[in-house]
């Protein structure tokens, strides 16, 4: 990250003459919040994750905030797709059979397919699936259209884009409005053959509905690549469900989200010279 900053044009110095402060480090708010009370003259800070939740109290129109948002969508996107065919054509099933077993699963080609959140891995997503023939509907705050999805729905309408859907996909920012928006009032709503895929936050969902929902085929199954709790304790009944598949977090893993947090590093301190609006700005009124 040293040599993303310098590639910008920027110098790395101590903090007492920095203009701005690129911070890797994604939990341990309070030693950020320490150090920007002692160093007021910093007028941009630059998070590492897409989400911003620990440093959501942090952040106020005083200095401007940028995050990683949109920049590990590609591999997130990949993941998620992955985790929908997994569930849909039923391989967490067959991975774990131990002999021959019966048909099962459904196709994602030509299916009906909702995502929940318009950013960055949606978009990608969007590209995913096109040689899907899926029928996509997206919801997000900010309704225009998007290229590939073919309706676009506002963010207070989401539970009118769960029925009908055969995968509901979670890509949106944990804020007040989105914690626990899928508890088992909305699991209800899905159809009893719909698979959720996660790959935003834990806290999306209610757990304990989740659980219950898969036990009684409520939903036809969960791929989880984030969970409430996180790490996901080793003796929670979602491990043992088989209509739940879990990936511990690996949407984007270090190996494949570092050189793109570079290179959105590298790209911010070039604009920050240049006086020009940064990427990933976080908005302090809506929280990503
Ligand atoms: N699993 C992983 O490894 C991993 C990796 C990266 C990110 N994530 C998670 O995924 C989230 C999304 O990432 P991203 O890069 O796609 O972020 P992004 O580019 O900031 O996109 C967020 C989208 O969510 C929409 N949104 C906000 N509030 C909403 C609501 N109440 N209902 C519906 N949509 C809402 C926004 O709508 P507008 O555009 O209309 O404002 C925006 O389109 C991150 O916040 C993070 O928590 C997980």
């Known amino acids: 990250m040293y040599d993303a900053i ?30 920007l009370d002692a160093n007021e003259h910093i007028g941009w800070v630059q998070l590492p994750f897409a989400g911003i939740e620990p440093f959501v109290h942090l952040i106020n ?52 397919v909702t995502i929940l959140g318009g950013g960055g891995i949606s978009q990608a997503m969007l590209r995913m699936l096109e040689p899907f023939g899926c029928h996509v509907t997206v919801v997000r705050n900010h309704v225009e259209e998007m290229e590939g999805a073919d309706v676009v729905l506002a963010a207070e309408r989401y539970v009118d884009a769960l029925a009908g859907a055969d995968l509901v996909v979670l890509a949106l920012p944990l804020t007040a409005e989105t914690e626990e928006m899928i508890s088992l009032t909305e699991l209800e709503m899905m159809e009893k053959h719909a698979w959720l895929v996660n790959v935003a936050r834990g806290k999306h969902i209610v757990t304990d509905d989740l659980v219950w929902a898969l036990q009684n085929g409520v939903i036809g199954g969960a791929a989880l690549d984030v969970t409430h709790p996180e790490p996901l304790p080793d ?38 010279a240049h006086d020009e609006p940064l990427q990933g700005v976080v908005d302090p009124d809506l929280g990503y």
């Not at 990936?247 to 590093?265: C, Q, S, Y």
């Open 235 to 272: 003796d929670h009944p979602l491990w043992s469900l088989p209509n739940c598949i879990i990936t511990p977090h690996v949407g984007a893993t270090l190996e494949m989200g570092d050189p793109l947090l570079a290179a959105r590093i590298t790209k911010n301190v070039h604009l920050f």
């Open 61 to 112: 129109s005083d200095r401007l905030w940028t995050c990683g948002k949109g920049i590990y969508a590609e591999p997130v996107a990949e993941l998620a797709l992955c985790l929908a065919l997994a569930g849909m054509r039923g391989l967490g099933s067959y991975a774990r059979a131990t002999r021959w077993t019966g048909e099962s699963g459904r196709n994602l080609i030509g299916s009906n």
């Open 6 to 35: 310098v590639a910008g044009g920027g110098h790395v110095v101590p903090i007492a003459e920095a203009e701005a402060l690129v911070w890797l480090e994604p939990r341990h708010a309070d030693r950020l919040e320490d150090m």
